[in-house]
């Protein structure tokens, strides 16, 4: 097996997990504040993030001399899962994850002014071709229009913003520092808040909660893992396994059948952002030095 193949099968393997995690975010939403699921999502999967951070180089991966950024990301991770999960549990969970898949959009609009970068014609195309596709699926104005498609964009806002200084100072900092931070901060702010919306897990929650937290570990670790062994421009598009996972789970597990304007609507987001990644897989080849 070739080493492109293997990272493309993790990387699904990942987005596998994501999409089962999402699943049970939504189960446990019809029960819990997204605050509980959060603080529980986020206590499970810390000691594993340190435990891996530990076995790929040491301890010392988790320093950091820029407490600021890493406080600025985890907060803008809590409002990310916040608005992602509340918006799990008022939309169908194959609508809720292709408004999702807008947030590449809006880190190829959002790049120019947070990190003057200069925004070539074709990621500027293809975001707003994948904003015709976010309309489609949202459909303002619409009888079927429901506010929670909002809170889900929002979601994809703050989600870009992480990508976003991820870029700006990922080769500063290590990446399971930045990781492991991005996890902390959430589990930190929702245990401030969590006697306000506390509701005490019935024994099978229990098991969602932990299974949550184990599915969140386990996608970050795939995900990273895949991009060891493929190019990111080669293994990014495979996130988009994630909107067959969403049609098949919401089917299994709600009877939610997306009508054919979500399916129109994902596709032009889908390919909006694979249009993307092979335009910035384009500009990286041109930018290496040749020998």
Same mark, same amino acid.
């Given at each position: 097996?070739?080493?492109? *193949? =293997?990272?493309? $099968? %993790?990387?699904? @393997?990942?987005?596998? &997990?994501?999409?089962? #995690?999402?699943? +049970? ?45 890493? *406080? =600025?990301?985890? $907060? %803008?991770?809590? @409002?990310?899962?916040? &608005?992602?999960?509340? #918006?799990?549990? +008022? ?201």
């Amino acid at each position: 097996m070739s080493s492109s *193949l =293997l990272g493309i $099968l %993790i990387m699904c @393997a990942g987005v596998l &997990c994501l999409a089962l #995690g999402d699943a +049970l975010s939504k189960w446990l939403g019809a029960s819990y504040d997204p605050i509980q699921i959060i603080f529980f999502r986020t206590l499970i999967s810390l000691p594993l993030i340190a435990l891996l951070a530990r076995f790929n180089g040491g301890w010392q991966t988790l320093r950091t001399r820029r407490p600021g950024v890493h *406080l =600025l990301r985890g $907060l %803008i991770f809590t @409002a990310t899962m916040f &608005c992602f999960i509340t #918006g799990l549990t +008022l939309l169908p969970l194959a609508e809720t994850t292709a408004i999702a898949f807008a947030a590449p959009l809006f880190v190829a609009l959002l790049s120019g002014p947070l990190l003057n970068e200069r925004v070539d014609r074709v990621p500027l195309i293809a975001s707003l071709v994948g904003f015709v596709g976010v309309l489609i699926v949202v459909r303002p104005g619409a009888a079927g229009f429901q506010w929670g498609a909002l809170i889900v964009i929002g979601a994809a806002v703050c989600y870009a913003l992480m990508m976003i200084t991820a870029r700006r100072y990922g080769s500063k900092e290590n990446l399971w520092a930045m990781v492991f931070y991005a996890t902390l901060v959430p589990m930190l702010v929702c245990a401030v808040l969590l006697p306000s919306v506390w509701h005490t897990p019935q024994p099978l929650h229990w098991l969602g909660f932990c299974a949550a937290g184990l599915l969140g570990a386990a996608a970050m670790s795939c995900l990273t893992l895949a991009f060891r062994y493929a190019p990111a421009a080669l293994a990014a598009p495979f996130d988009y396994t994630a909107m067959i996972w969403a049609v098949v789970l919401g089917w299994w597990l709600w009877g939610e059948v997306p009508d054919s304007w979500v399916f129109i609507g994902a596709a032009l987001i889908i390919a909006s952002g694979v249009a993307i990644a092979l335009h910035e897989r384009r500009v990286a080849i041109k930018a290496r030095p040749t020998t």
